[in-house]
Every structure is written in structure tokens, then in C-alpha cells.
DNA sequence: CAATCCAGGCTAATGAGATTAGCTTTCGGC
DNA sequence: GCCGAAAGCTAATCTCATTAGCCTGGATTG
């Protein structure tokens, strides 16, 4: 029997890559072997199992995400950065939307979690957006919030459909960085 | 054996209740049927299964949330009417955690769905609160969109204790709700 | 170079959970 | 009081996750 050369990164990407194609709920460790060319016992000589293989899925995803938006904002200020992550955001959701969905409702046990360090660093990027806009500093902790959420709940709702009616979505989204703009400058 | 007299709404009542306490992912048909008195077979005749009870209870929490933001509302307008309803809506997340998750990823199949008609509600709800603003009929759809991200992204991400730092979430979310307020205006 | 060890695979077995099949019993309407 | 459908039940099946325990290839070491 040849050695297939896993390892627990090597699990996790192909896990996530699964996820992103057939959904995180239809995520099994027996279609993942097939997947890395293994049996399903064989997996957990790399991870702990469904629950730990899911956290570290959230942990590549969250540390993926916080590149993107990291990555969009550098070289920008002001609305730019603030379009730039915004889209790098809602673009890594719909492009690796099983990746993403794993991130839900983990919660990381100590500040020292990788979990949390990487939610830290897409914290970070986020709040290297809010630098180019003058904001009193009681202020950015909510601004931050606000952004995640509005940035996580469009996102979200879009991979799930949750946008029924007419109007173009891109626009929504443009429309929706333009209001989150205006807000922003004016405080 | 006497009869539970039982019947598909107390099913998905018992099953959201359920499911508020022990998270949705814990839901099990054993363990519904065990709380309404029955053994796991007899659910089926009630309900389809567990994809089908998912799609229930998602549609009861899309019209309670409803209610809850529809009734909110009454009276109010403006800033007031949109204050009560951001809150009305997030208490009814944290309240009901395992209900509300049932709504996300379902996708209605045709616009006479329940669960389409259920999703066009609670827009009703939301639209209400943009009357109270002086808004462009082509901003209103986008504005929809914006505040329901917000109010979905905040509510979820504050469920799944998404927030870890700091600052007070009571006083985040009323920021927020300010935030909008301004933005609103200001269109 | 040969003995050893262990990481990484495997098969078999267990156990939870969903679901189906088919039987039985209650209950409303006649 | 009789009948049929509705609502329960038990038993059985299937899919998965997970555990136990075996096996081996290839690096390490004497």
C-alpha cells in the first residue's frame, strides 16, 4: 500500500476545497478520503475528527480572508480601501462559500487559539480601513462591527439565496459601500 | 397506547423549541420524539424528515421574526421606528438562536412558497421602517438589502460570539442602529 | 548492512441517527 | 357497533463517524 503523503494541512485544504464544491453540510470524512485517495479511518491520523477537521477549516478561511481584505487595502485610503475590502470580503465568501460557512459559530477557546488569531488578524484588516477615515477612537470598535456585520451579513445572505427580489445585487453591494462611506466620513 | 394528538405545528413548535436550547446542529429526530412523547418513527407522519422540519421551522421563525418587527414598528416612524425595529429583530435572534439558524441556506423554491411568503414579511417589516424616511424610490430596494446585512450580519455573528473584544455589544448595536439612522437621513 | 521503530494506511467492528416497511390501534363518522 | 384512515409502534436498513487493532514502508541507528 503506497503512502498517499498527507498531512493535517493537506487534509484541511482538500477539506475545504470539498466544502467550497458540494457544501460544508455535505462534507463527510468518507467522501474527503476518496477525495485525498484514502480510507476514512486513515484521516484521523491527521485530525481529530468531523469537529476538530471543521475548526481548522474556519481557521484556513478566516486566515485566508484576512489576506484578501489585507491584501485589497494596501496602497488604498478612504472609500478605496473601504471599496477594497468590502469586495475582496463578499468576493472570498462566493468563491469559497463551504470554507467560509465553516467560520460559523466557531468559538475559540483562549486568545491564544489560532482561531482567534486569525480573527484577530482579519480584525486587523478591517480596522486598517477605518485608519484612512477620522474617527474618534471611542468610535471604532462599533465602527468595526458595524463593518464586519454588514460585510458578513451581505455576504451571507447572498450565498444563501436570501436575496429574493429585482434589484441587481453587484449594485446593491456598491450602493451599500457608497452609504457605509458617507456614514464613516461623517463622524 | 394512547394517542399524543399530535400534528404537524406542534411538531415544528416542540422541534424549534428544541432546538433553541440545544442549538440546531443538536436536533435529532430521536431526540424531538422523545420530547413530544413518541418514538422517533411516528414523526414521519407529521413531518417529511428532518430536511422537511428544518424547512418548517425555518418558516415559522421567518414569521414570528415578522411579527416581532411588524409589531415593533407600530406607532413609530423615523429613527424610532427603525430603532425598535433593529431591536426587535436581534432580541428575537438571541431569544431564539436555534430557530432563527434554520432560516439560513434555505432557498425557496417558487414565489408561492411559505417560506418566500414568510421572507417577503419580514422585508414588509423592514420596508415600514423605510417609509419613515424621506428615500428615493430607487434606493429603496438597496436600502432594504442594507439594513437587513446589518441587522442579520450583527445578530448572527453576535450569536456565534463572533465579538470577542471589548466593547459593550448593547452599545455596539445602538451605535449601529445611529449609524443607519444618519445615513438614512441623509439620503 | 541489518535490526528497529513508528507514522500512516488498512480492515473490521461499534454505535448513533435517519428513514422505511409493515403491523396495530384508536377514533370520527356512518 | 362497523370501517377506514390516521397515528403509534417495532424491527430492519443504511449512512456516517469513530475506535480498535493489525501491517508495512521507509527512515534511523547500531
Known sequence: MPRAG???AAVVAAGAALADEVGLANLTMGSLAERVGVRAPSLYKHVGGQEDLNRRIAVLAL???ADAVGGAVQGCAGRDALAAAARAF????LEHPGRYAATIGQEPSD???PLAVAGRRLLDAFMAVLWGYEIDPADV???LRMLRSLCHGFA????ANGF???ADIDESFEWLIAFADRGLRAL
Open 111 to 113: 486568545p491564544e487559539d
Open 141 to 143: 470598535d462599533h465602527a
Open 63 to 65: 486566515n485566508e480572508v
Open 164 to 166: 429574493q427580489w429585482s
Open 156 to 159: 451571507t445572505l447572498q450565498v
Open 6 to 8: 498527507l498531512d493535517p
Open 90 to 93: 463578499r468576493a472570498f465568501v
